[in-house]
């Protein structure tokens, strides 16, 4: 009896744990899983999938995950579901996916619509409730119609910027070119249109199609009635970005930053500590920033205790606080360390006039260089690689990079099975402790590699990553050393003197 007792409730703790082994299944599967093999078939049957580009071994998609997991499952009960999915873009097999959409970091994620024939990066946030959010307004419609003064008290608040089409009536080129330029940038604008702006909370009435910039910065209310797309475009993209730019812990100026980062002009940038110095700097910088605007260069004021990513990402130290540093359309940078406010705006004139030397950011060189893969930094670059006389391979890297983790000990058995040619150099690069030569180099992602031979010609590779094609392409694109031309002469005169003799 008792065993039989025994036996059922074993049965039934099995039963119970093959269900909620069940269940935790199904919870998980609420982010799609694509890879090579289902990608195309699953996208292409969904008007709308949100897909992230993850690698296992990164901090931040670990972060995600959990929050991602959790909007999927809410999203799930939309009508219709708004479907999440995932790929490992580390994995070798989804190369060619990552490729195809650009992925230069992890994680990405991207909002695919009409099967996947169009693509948008997200943008959004990374927890749970701002992506279910931020994703549910991207579904509907690009633009919502505000029709009374109630709906612009819903539809339009003072801590962002709308982008609001003012028309006679919804139809014509100009509203058409609209609605064209609000489903290409709904990603990054809230968009809003109307048929009467005396609806709206800010702005002169007006009589003909008017594209109206509301905004929680400057001039609060912005014009244009050029309905040219590529024309409302840049409008859009140089209107919301400040004067000053702010850089601190509220998320609302998140967007800013990222529209700062995103311009294509130079980009002028302060550091300091918010608790001690916001208010001696400010005023002062925001008065240069006002001088300078509209001239090609934006300018970012921002708290040292929170922007700790770009004090590692320009190689700069805490100590050098406050800062300003501007980095030019080329890539170059210009540094001013320990500024005090009275020297902020003769500084960024002689910057502007040329009279400020580049900021160059090298590691030391080092001392002991003796493993197979040799360390090149920038201060070296010339020494090692363009003057050296020799055929080398470079490797740029990240030291977080997964794929430069995999590719590390297949360069060390090249550089070994190269040992023996001292014309042959295999070497790394850390980018992201050393400046890149821009002219020379197009370096979007890690790792990137290429290949300059004793002569000068300098050519990526892009090949697969295997022993065995690495050292095939040294070998079809070297510069053989200059004994073998030597050898040849010696043989010439050899040849000669023997005719001389007979």
Known sequence: MAARVL???????????AFLSVSATEEVEKVLTLDHSNFTEIVSKHNFIVVEFYAPW???????????EKAASILSNEDPPIVLAKVDANEEVNRDLATQ?????FPTIKILRNGGKSSQDYKGPREADGIVDYLKKQVGPASAEIKS??????????????????????SGEEFENFQTLADKLRSDYTFRHTLDPKVLPRGENVDK?????????????????????EAMEKFIKEATIPILTIWNSDPNNHPYINSFFESPNAKAMLFANFTEDQESFQSVYYDAATLYKGKGISFLFGDSNVAQNAFQFFGLKEEQAPLIIVQNTGGKKYLKANIKPSEIAPWVKDYLE?????????????????????VVVHDSLEDMVFNSGKNVLLEFYAPWCGHCKKLAPILDEVAISFENETDILIAKFDATANDIPSESFNVQGFPTLYFRSS???????????TKEDIIKFIEENRDKPAQSTSAESESVEAEDSVKDEL
Request: proline share 9%; net charge negative.
């Open 354 to 374: 040329g009279l400020v030397k580049p900021f160059i950011k090298s590691e030391p060189i080092p001392e002991v260089n003796n493993e197979p893969v040799k």
């Open 7 to 17: 036996s059922g409730i074993f049965v039934i703790s099995v039963a119970l744990v």
């Open 455 to 465: 002569k000068g010609n300098l050519v990526p590779y892009e090949g697969d990553r």
């Open 58 to 68: 990164c901090g931040h998609c670990k972060a995600l995950a959990p929050e991602y």
């Open 149 to 170: 003064v109630e709906d612009a008290s819903t539809l339009i608040d003072d801590k962002n910027v709308f982008i609001v089409g003012v028309f006679p009536k919804f």
């Open 209 to 229: 199609p008017t594209l109206r910039l509301l905004k929680p910065f400057d001039e609060l209310i912005v014009d244009s009635q050029d309905f040219d797309v």
């Open 101 to 105: 959409f650009q992925i230069q970091g």
